[in-house]
């Protein structure tokens, strides 16, 4: 079988679509015509899968959606299993909700990317908008579960009340980053913004460089700490530059204390 | 059956359904691990007083553990699955969590057929008074426990199994030194076995018991079938030149991991042999009415000739 592909037609509306129901479990089982027939939302309307897409192949457990821009919205959201590879950019809030099965970006994606995933792999081969892993509005926790890969740099308020999981994010992060945390573990090896870990509760937050930090975190002093040898080690085999990092001492600064004050910004030192 | 002129009895060793649950304990250095474990596997001979029947399976190489450090690995057994997490808490608190460097983690977590999750740091964490810190890395959830030497990482739980405990056999020889010989030959050979215990003093136990005593409160009481300074006055088991006997017993994850730890146990003291000394091999029971599993010591033997 090969991979379910739906190619975004160029003709497609201008508005933004909601491709929420294009993942492995909403479609397992459905002929090609009745996928075809699967309504997405699209501005104020709801359009055919096949009007606006190409669709070829029928392996509903590997998705594929080709062409992609920055309009596509939703992908994988609540995905519980299986694999769905962009190619291209995605829109807002890709992986939203996403609880198993594997989700790669071969381009952008914009905001809320990751937000309310309790597990599975999201990864995002190029740069990322504000808001990854955080809660959207009305939520009180982001991110819950599940790994979360960038290659490329992230937005503001990465991390934002992030509650479990791990976010490896390659390049840099933008302003905020770890902001009201309540745990999980969030690492950026480029530099951050301003703001770092603001109102973080708990969690952390593992830095390459030491960032620019509020009086309400404190210097705890250098140290080795075993789990990061554990972690790294759980990280062998993932495909990010954080698989071949096998360091255990940090200086460990610990904040917001002006909010709990129980999370970690850790920095390695030699 | 004659092995190397050593009388094998016609008898029967007999076990009982245990719960059993290993933890892999790494620290710095061998050294250290030896020690927590030591500390952890003491007084625990026997469920009779002490609760849990432990002792060490064997040292790890730091290829071997989780936090690619030196390491020990360590087995519990117990009657219950109550008395085993109380056990596996307190000892962990009082033993691991208060040895310098050491970590913790699961030592069974895949391979059996039924695996219950127990705690082993889930309690422990609030030693950490709020400081405490949950990490998950690939499906296993560990605590972070600020300690004064740094910080004591633990697995949050461990598995533990239907195990079988109290597999033993007797060792009758001419005299003492004889008799402790062979068992310390047995002793050294059933060690390399894996999944299998001997939780007495150096794997050996000098009093065996029969149930029942003559005193009223007491439930068990000296083997006195088996004591050869008894020999002219009860209903012995011993010929005029047994001047020593002593037993070995065995904890095992499965029942054939007891019966392949005494086929090498019973191998190692048979080939001391009669000129050594050795002149029989038994093995203890209650007539096999109390224990689930028994362990033909004939059947074993056969099986390695």
């Known amino acids: 079988m090969s991979a379910l592909t739906f190619t975004l037609k160029h003709d497609a509306p201008a508005q933004r679509i909601d491709l929420a129901p294009l993942t492995p479990d909403h479609l397992a089982g459905k002929s090609s015509a009745e996928i075809g027939a699967v309504e997405l939302l699209c501005g104020n309307r709801r359009w055919r899968a096949d009007r606006l897409f190409d669709i070829a192949g029928s392996d509903t457990d590997d998705i594929v959606i080709d062409n992609a821009n920055g309009k596509l919205d939703f992908i994988g959201r609540g995905m519980q299993r299986g694999r769905i590879t962009v190619n291209g950019d995605a829109g807002s809030y890709v992986a939203f909700g996403m609880r198993g099965g594997t989700l790669t970006v071969n381009g952008n994606a914009d905001a809320f990317a990751a937000s309310g995933m309790t597990g599975g792999t999201l990864k995002i081969d190029g740069n990322v908008g504000d808001f990854l892993a955080a809660a959207i509005p009305g939520e009180r926790k982001g991110m819950k579960g599940g790994l979360v890969i960038v290659t ?119 | 059956m004659i092995i190397n002129g050593v009388q094998i009895d016609d ?109 082993l740091s889930k309690n422990l964490r609030f030693f950490g008074d709020g400081f405490q810190i949950s990490k998950q890395f690939a499906g296993k959830r560990y605590w972070r426990v600020p300690v004064m030497d740094g910080e004591f990482l633990c697995e949050e739980t461990t598995g533990m199994i239907r ?95 007891i019966k392949q730890a005494m086929r090498v146990g019973i191998q190692a003291a048979c080939e001391l042999g009669t000129q050594n000394g050795i002149r029989r091999i038994s093995a203890g029971n209650y007539g096999g009415k109390l224990g689930q599993f028994h362990f033909k010591l004939r059947e074993i033997m056969g099986a390695a000739a």
């Open chain 1, 152 to 270: 490329g740099n992230a937005g503001d308020r990465a991390g934002d009340q992030m509650r479990r999981g791990i976010v490896l994010i390659e390049g840099n992060a933008g302003a905020y980053c770890a902001s009201r945390m309540l745990a999980g573990t969030l690492a950026v090896m480029g530099s951050v913004g301003d703001y770092v870990g603001y109102g973080m509760r708990r969690g952390t937050l593992l830095l390459f460089k030491t960032p620019a930090m509020h009086a309400t975190f404190q210097d705890c002093g250098s140290h080795t700490l075993p789990f990061l040898s554990l972690m790294f080690k759980a990280f062998k085999g993932l495909p990010t530059k954080f698989a071949d990092i096998d360091q255990n001492r940090v200086r460990r600064y610990m904040g917001d204390i002006a909010n709990d004050g129980k999370g970690e910004v850790l920095v390695f030192i030699t």
């Open chain 2, 11 to 119: 008898t029967f060793a007999e076990a009982f359904g245990m719960r059993a649950t290993r933890v892999l304990i790494t620290a710095q250095n061998h050294q250290w691990a030896r020690h927590a474990a030591a500390a952890m596997t003491g007084f625990a001979t026997s469920v009779i007083a002490c609760g849990v029947e432990a002792g060490i399976e064997r040292e790890l190489n730091p290829s071997e553990t989780p936090d690619g450090r030196p390491g020990v690995s360590v087995l519990l057994f117990a009657m219950s699955s109550a008395v085993l997490t109380k056990q596996l808490e307190t000892r962990m608190g009082q033993c691991v969590l208060t040895c310098p460097t050491t970590a913790a983690f699961s030592g069974i977590d895949a391979g059996y057929p039924e695996i219950t999750r127990i705690p």
């Open chain 2, 163 to 257: 195990a079988v405990g109290g597999g033993n056999f007797l060792i009758l020889a001419e005299s003492q030194p004889q008799a402790l010989a062979a068992c310390e030959a047995a002793i050294e050979a059933m060690r390399k076995i894996p999944n299998v215990i001997m939780p007495f003093p150096g794997g050996v136990v000098r009093s065996g018991s029969k149930v029942g005593s003559k005193y009223k409160a007491l439930i068990a009481s000296t083997n006195d079938a088996f004591c050869p300074t008894l020999k002219g006055i009860t209903k012995t088991e011993l010929s005029p030149e047994i001047e020593s006997v002593m037993e070995i017993v065995i904890d095992g994850l499965t029942a054939d991991d």
